[in-house]
């Protein structure tokens, strides 16, 4: 199983900033995605970050607001742009080797 | 796309007792349900997973069942202990996806010693 990791793994930001998350797997895969988990909900794919190529978004997302980047098989990044209040959540990055495996999250908090 | 409904949200066991938790899909596509386990403030730890090939699987005290005809699968936990209690999703995996899961809402299970 890939081993996944996240950081930072929390942070409480100003409404109007940008905060770049960071996901590192220990091998090489082909598919990775970023979550949003709200407080006592399911989780809601944000993206799917594609290697070499733009990310693809779901249905009310986009790369404005989420820009993620891809550069290697093992790294990706979030970027949750001009935060407000409704950003605050938990941001879980995720791997796909034929089963999927998450990281530790990244708890937001924008006041 | 695909829609997973998930039940019921919470489930209350005494310790000993088993657990049932049900999900329902609605692509008749998808090939790949996995079951993650969340325990609080941690991130979702798969426990189990089946592929439309088989019907059941088991791993000690869990197993899940696959009906393919009427899209619906099951997890089951025998013997419950309070280490069981925690958030369990369930998805659901189209095989055109790109790996991309269609997660239900979760159940909140608690077990009470």
């Known amino acids: 199983s890939a081993v996944i990791s996240q950081k930072p793994s929390r942070d409480i930001c100003q409404r109007g900033t940008s905060l770049t998350i960071q996901c590192q797997v220990d091998?090489?895969?082909?598919?990775m995605f970023w979550y949003r988990q709200q407080p006592g909900q399911s989780l809601t794919l944000i993206a799917t970050a594609n290697q070499g190529s733009e990310a693809t978004y779901e249905s009310g997302f986009v790369i404005d607001k989420f820009p993620i980047s891809r550069p290697n098989l093992t790294f990706s990044t979030l970027t949750v742009s001009n935060m407000s209040p409704e950003d605050s959540s938990i941001y879980l990055c995720?791997?796909?080797?034929?089963?999927?495996?998450f990281g530790p999250g990244t708890r937001l908090l924008v006041l | 796309g695909e829609n997973v409904e998930q039940h019921p949200s919470t489930l209350s066991v005494q310790e000993g007792d088993s657990a049932v938790i049900k999900c329902t899909y609605s692509?008749?596509?998808?090939?790949?349900f996995p079951w993650y386990k969340q325990e609080l403030g941690k991130r979702p730890q798969l426990i189990i997973d089946i592929r439309s090939n088989v019907g059941e699987k088991k791993d000690q005290r869990i197993a899940v069942t696959l009906n393919k005809t009427a899209k619906h699968f099951s997890l089951h936990i025998t013997e419950t202990q309070p280490e069981d209690s925690a958030v369990y999703f369930c998805?659901?995996?189209?095989?055109?996806?790109?790996?991309?899961?269609?997660f239900g809402a979760g159940t909140q299970v608690v077990v009470t010693p």
């Open positions: 998805a659901a995996k189209p095989t055109d996806s790109w790996g991309k899961l269609q």
């Open positions: 692509d008749s596509a998808s090939n790949y």
């Open positions: 091998s090489q895969v082909t598919m």
């Open positions: 995720s791997a796909n080797e034929e089963t999927q495996y």
